[in-house]
C-alpha cells in the first residue's frame, strides 16, 4: 500500500546544531508539504513543494529550509536549531491540484535543548 | 490576515447524540474545506472534504458549507465514544493551505 514515512520519529538535538527531517511518499503524488504543530497554533505550514525542484515559502519558513530532488522525498532542514522550533513536524502530500485533500505522515517530535 | 477559526472546546455530547463542529475562514476566495480528526499523539486523518455550497454526507457525517457567510461546519450523528478527538477545519486559501486550530470533541458513554 501507498504511504508517507517520517523519520525519525523522536530526536532531541542541541539549539545550534543543524537536524534534517526526512519524509518519502510513496502515493507518487506531486504535492507535499511541511507542517508544524504547536498548542494553540494548530497546523502551520512551513514549505511546501509542487514538483520535482520546485519549493516554496510557507506562513513560518524562517529558519527551515527544503530541497525536491524527486518526487518520493522532500527532506527538511534546521539550519541551526533554536529552542523555539521544539514542535511536532508533520509531512504530507497530494496529487492534482494544491487543493486536493493531503494525506499526512505520522509524525517527528522534535526537542531542542 | 487570512484566518480560520474554531471553537476550541472541549465539546462534550452524550453517546448517540449530535455533535456539532463549526468553523469560521476569513478569505472569500477560498474554494475547498477539509474536516480532518486527530486523535491525540496521532497524525490527522480526513473525514470530509466539500468544494460546493450545501451539504454532504458521508455515513454519520455531514459537512455543511455556507460561502456566503464564510462558514463549514461538520455535524456528527450517532456520536460514539470512538469519536472522541480533535476536529482540524482547513481551508485551502489560493495554494496555502490553512488549518485551524482545532476543537476537541469528547463523546462520554
Known amino acids: 500500500d501507498a504511504e508517507i514515512t517520517q523519520s525519525p520519529r523522536h530526536k532531541i538535538t542541541e539549539t545550534g546544531r543543524q537536524v534534517t527531517l526526512a519524509c518519502h511518499q510513496t502515493?507518487?503524488?506531486?504535492?507535499m508539504f511541511w507542517y508544524r504543530q504547536d498548542l494553540g497554533h494548530g497546523l502551520r505550514l512551513i514549505h511546501y513543494s509542487y514538483g520535482v525542484q520546485d519549493t516554496n515559502k510557507g506562513e513560518v519558513s524562517d529558519g527551515y529550509s527544503v530541497s525536491r530532488s524527486n518526487t518520493e522525498d522532500l527532506p527538511l532542514t534546521l539550519e541551526s536549531a533554536a529552542s523555539s522550533q521544539t514542535s511536532v513536524y508533520f509531512c504530507a502530500s497530494s496529487e492534482g491540484t494544491a487543493d486536493q485533500p493531503q494525506h499526512f505522515g505520522d509524525g517527528t517530535r522534535l526537542s531542542i535543548l | 490576515q487570512k484566518e480560520v477559526e474554531q471553537n476550541s472546546g472541549p465539546l462534550s455530547v452524550p453517546e448517540g447524540a449530535i455533535a456539532s463542529l463549526n468553523c469560521t475562514y476569513s478569505?472569500?476566495?477560498?474554494?475547498?474545506f477539509f474536516w480532518y480528526r486527530q486523535y491525540s499523539g496521532k497524525s490527522p486523518e480526513l473525514i470530509m472534504f466539500?468544494?460546493?455550497?450545501g451539504d454532504k454526507e458521508d455515513g454519520r457525517f455531514t459537512a455543511q458549507l455556507n460561502k456566503a457567510s464564510q462558514y463549514v461546519s461538520l455535524l456528527i450523528r450517532d456520536s460514539q465514544p470512538s469519536d472522541s478527538a480533535t476536529y482540524l477545519c482547513a481551508v485551502n486559501q489560493v495554494n496555502d493551505m490553512r488549518f485551524g486550530a482545532g476543537t476537541r470533541l469528547t463523546v462520554k458513554p
Open positions: 502515493w507518487n503524488h506531486n504535492n
Open positions: 478569505d472569500r476566495g477560498s474554494q475547498s
Open positions: 466539500i468544494y460546493s455550497n
